[in-house]
T-cell receptor
């Protein structure tokens, strides 16, 4: 019940295209859903996050879509750029978002 | 602010050796945690602390010890290293200011540990 599933494992997108990464969770008590971006040799950094009381959150080219009934959420990267090439992790947490359960990650490559 | 710092960046151990991974933060965060990152498995929580003097186990605590004597520091100890502990270790911290807060976890740069 603590697991967060993430797909695809890897993704190749052309510059200017849309990158979509999907996650699913089991525990309906999760109440905070962040996405983290990680570049090689670096620690993960928060990209965008959402709480289950909204269905969508947009920050610049990055959008989270949240489907509470399906227990799924996704990250959309519009106008993908080579600089977006990184590994993306979805996560979920209980309470005030302290103990996170992470998905296995998606390695995104944006071709120039 | 330096944020979350970790030392060392790289370490090679032999099976059975012990060592301590250091983690410090200068943001006065109450919550600190240790994760390990393995290929295809994301980040898994090892131990966490909600404040000085308080620690608890995460998903994969076996083989690791922690202590939290100050708000700033949260060292992770490997008592007897095993090859299965070869991984990249990340320390993270966040504020526990409540539901209205950002809840952002700040991660350190990581320690790459190899156990031979």
């Amino acid at each position: 019940q603590q697991q967060v599933k993430q797909s695809p494992q890897s993704l190749i997108v052309q510059k200017g295209g849309i990158s979509i990464i999907n996650c699913a969770y089991e525990n309906t008590a999760f109440d905070y859903f962040p996405w983290y971006q990680q570049f090689p040799g670096k620690g993960p950094a928060l990209l965008i996050a959402i709480r289950p009381d909204v269905s969508e959150k947009k920050e610049g080219r990055f959008t989270i879509s949240f489907n509470k009934s399906a227990k799924q959420f996704s990250l959309h990267i519009m106008d993908s750029q080579p600089g977006d090439s990184a590994t993306y992790f979805c996560a979920a947490s209980l309470g005030y978002g302290q103990n996170f359960v992470f998905g296995p990650g998606t390695r995104l490559s944006v071709l120039p | 602010n330096a944020g979350v710092t970790q030392t060392p960046k790289f370490q090679v151990l032999k099976t059975g050796q012990s060592m301590t991974l250091q983690c410090a933060q200068d943001m006065n965060h109450e919550y600190m945690s240790w994760y390990r990152q393995d290929p295809g498995m994301g980040l898994r929580l090892i131990h966490y602390s909600v404040g000085a003097g308080i620690t608890d186990q995460g998903e994969v605590p076996n083989g690791y010890n922690v202590s939290r004597s100050t708000t700033e520091d949260f060292p992770l100890r490997l008592l007897s290293a095993a090859p299965s502990q070869t991984s990249v270790y990340f320390c993270a911290s966040s504020s526990t200011s409540g539901r209205g807060s950002n809840n952002e976890q700040f991660f350190g740069p990581g320690t790459r540990l190899t156990v031979l």
